[in-house]
């Protein structure tokens, strides 16, 4: 089993940036792939980018050339750099873990609103 804690939400105005952490326990972190994803009020959960253990990154095109996804293996840590937010990337954020075989792991999620 696998703990999740994000961290580094908050409320700030668009066009600003914030950075996301997503610290994880209790298994080999640098074998799992981790990825990020928000659900805002009344929508569904979607994804915003993924990073797999050999460093690949995807993302969402609605995040493509603002955000950044990274991975520190050592801190066991999980990232994500948000850069030129905007009032529609207001939501709930949340970090998973994933491994072949094992039911995926999920944090708590983190506040991030944008005012306009």
């Known amino acids: 089993q696998v703990q999740l804690v994000e961290s580094g939400g908050g409320l700030v105005q668009a066009g600003g940036s914030l950075r996301l952490s997503c610290a994880a326990s209790?298994?080999?972190?640098?074998?799992?792939?981790m990825a990020w994803y928000r659900q805002a009020p009344g929508k569904q959960r979607e994804f915003v980018a993924v990073i797999t253990s050999g460093g690949f990154t995807n993302y969402a095109d609605s995040v493509k050339g603002r955000f950044t996804i990274s991975r520190d293996n050592a801190k066991n840590t999980m990232y994500l750099q948000m850069n030129s937010l905007k009032p529609e990337d207001t939501a709930v954020y949340y970090c998973?873990?994933?491994?072949?075989?094992?039911?995926?792991?999920w944090g708590q999620g983190t506040q991030v609103t944008v005012s306009s």
């Open positions: 998973k873990c994933s491994y072949p075989g094992v039911k995926d792991s």
């Open positions: 209790g298994s080999i972190f640098s074998r799992n792939v």
